[in-house]
């Protein structure tokens, strides 16, 4: 339920690597982590050139992006750092507008906004009192929890070469704390390497990921909802259990569309989820 009571607990203490090559609009980024349940994550994101795709380093599988998603894709990914964050707001002049003066923290902030090449509407917070960017905050039409906002805080400023960067990264959602970077290191002008963004070509290749769910047949009754989010269901004598709801609310009914063809007569009454537990439906 948001807004929720307390901060949410720590479930992960992830590790990043991020790549920014602002000369030639490639992006890498590299995370691992142990999340809740003691699972391995080891994924690799790079967007370069007409191509972007993301990597399990676990699995050794690899999934490209469609043409159409590219745009977007560096977009975001060139929004996460103040020094591309801040080129991107300058380079679209036509876009930017004044919105006042606010405040965060405890400080007065002068705000500004602009909308990026992908159309997301940006707003930047700077501290009127040291004129470094303290946050910026964008409206996401999230499909479980709906019109939220978005927000990456900026603090513990250090000076790097000739810039001066933010240390701590703290990202919210809704107001909530969903995680809070510390950096360890930054360099500049390191000239990365094209083989940092070069396709893995000795993994897997995964096909792109379909709109919808789709169904694998398992046995006698029991069925797979395959695509980006996998649920299973069951189909008993006079209803249906569900396990694992899709990964959001569009994206479920589209499973619940494919469930009613399998078994239209017969009710769905349990959803089993690793969120929910054995929530009913009616």
């Not at 894709?73 to 003066?101: D, I, M, Q, T, Y």
């Not at 390191?190 to 379909?210: G, M």
């Not at 396990?243 to 063809?261: D, F, L, P």
């Amino acid at each position: 339920v948001w807004p929720r009571a307390g901060e949410p607990p720590v479930l992960a203490q992830q590790k990043v690597k991020s790549v920014r090559d602002l000369r030639g609009g490639r992006a890498y980024d590299e995370i691992e982590a142990t999340i809740f349940g003691g699972q391995p994550l080891h994924f690799k994101s790079v967007v370069a050139g007409q191509n972007a795709f993301g990597a399990s380093e676990e699995a050794k599988e690899v999934r490209t992006l469609p043409p159409p998603a590219v745009i977007n894709a560096r977009a975001a990914r060139f929004r996460r750092h103040p020094e591309s964050l801040l080129l991107a707001a300058l380079n679209r002049p036509e876009a930017l507008r004044w919105v006042g003066e606010g405040e965060f923290g405890g400080h007065k902030q002068r705000v500004i906004s602009f909308a990026d090449v992908d159309g997301t509407e940006v707003a930047l917070y700077f501290d009127a009192g040291t004129n470094l960017l303290s946050k910026a905050e964008y409206l996401n039409d999230d499909p479980v929890l709906g019109d939220v906002v978005v927000e990456t805080v900026y603090a513990d400023w250090k000076p790097v070469e000739k810039l001066v960067l933010p240390f701590r990264y703290v990202d919210r959602v809704g107001g909530s704390v969903l995680q809070d970077l510390r950096v360890t290191s930054v360099t500049m002008n390191t000239h990365p390497p094209d083989s940092l963004f070069a396709f893995p070509e000795s993994y897997a290749k995964l096909p792109p990921l379909a709109p919808a769910p789709t169904v694998k047949k398992l046995g006698d009754d029991v069925y797979a909802l395959l695509g980006p989010y996998n649920s299973l269901f069951v189909v008993f004598k006079d209803q249906v259990v569900v396990i694992e709801a899709g990964a959001n609310n569009r994206y479920s009914a589209a499973g619940i569309a494919e469930i009613k063809k399998i078994a239209p007569d017969k009710p769905i009454r349990y959803l089993v989820s690793t969120h929910f537990h054995f929530d009913h439906l009616s």
